[in-house]
């Protein structure tokens, strides 16, 4: 995991270390999204193509209430098929993919809940011991961990490179910009345009700060 470029080859090892440790059928890892209140399907391993492609979807936990309420409480969901008190929208995502149990486990971080880590299983229905929840648990913290150090890089790379007090792209970034788009034009033969735009009494809103920036001039 610590040796993984992205997000999503860190998440992949989880998935398959977890499949495997647990013996399930299937094993999927879900970003929770708080600003959408939403899950994202981020890396996915199973025993026998399935056929589902799903990764990157963006889930409503209005339409997922199994896995809201996970979140919510932060504790981990064990179904199986034969439950009668299984909610009707996780029993029919049961049937659909042909699944027997399904154990849903809170990806813990120490910014809150990064997400859900699930574990399928085709071939039975699943009663999980101490030692294996335990596994489980300790696993789904470490995908915790990765979506959470992940985030806070994307926060970092999105201060640098944006203005605080508008949003906007900041002047490193638009030299950035520009250079690329200066390459891009080169390698096509093709031109590109820039257009600049002076807004009256704009500074007011920089008052504070006094920078000399020769694109204004």
């Not at 040796?3 to 270390?17: I, K, M, Q």
């Not at 997922?64 to 929208?89: F, I, M, Q, T, Y």
């Not at 809150?112 to 229905?125: K, N």
Request: proline share 5%; aromatic share 6%; hydrophobic share 40%.
């Amino acid at each position: 995991v610590a040796s993984a470029y992205t997000l999503e080859e860190a998440l992949a090892s989880v998935t398959r270390c977890a499949a495997d440790v647990l013996g399930v059928s299937e094993c999927l890892v879900f970003e929770y999204m708080e600003e959408l209140d939403a899950i994202i399907p981020r890396a996915y391993w199973e025993a026998s193509p399935s056929g589902w492609d799903g990764l990157g979807q963006v889930l409503l936990l209005s339409e997922c209430p199994a896995e809201a309420g996970v979140l919510a409480s932060r504790k981990p969901l064990l179904e199986n098929l034969s439950d009668p008190d299984l909610h009707p929208a996780s029993r029919e995502a049961l049937e659909k993919w042909g699944e027997k149990s399904c154990l849903t486990v809170p990806m813990l971080s120490a910014d809150g809940p990064m997400g859900l880590l699930t574990f399928w299983d085709t071939a039975r229905e699943r009663l999980y011991s101490d030692d294996e929840m335990a596994v489980a648990t300790g696993l789904a913290e470490l995908a915790g961990e990765c979506v959470r150090s992940n985030k806070l890089v994307r926060r970092l790379e999105r201060l640098s490179s944006t203005d605080p007090v508008t949003g906007l792209a900041n002047h490193r970034q638009i030299h950035e910009i520009l250079g690329k788009e200066q390459a891009r034009s080169a390698r096509s033969g093709t031109p590109f345009t820039v257009v600049m735009i002076d807004i009256d009494q704009f500074k007011l809103l920089n008052a504070n700060v006094e920078v000399h920036d020769p694109w204004v001039d």
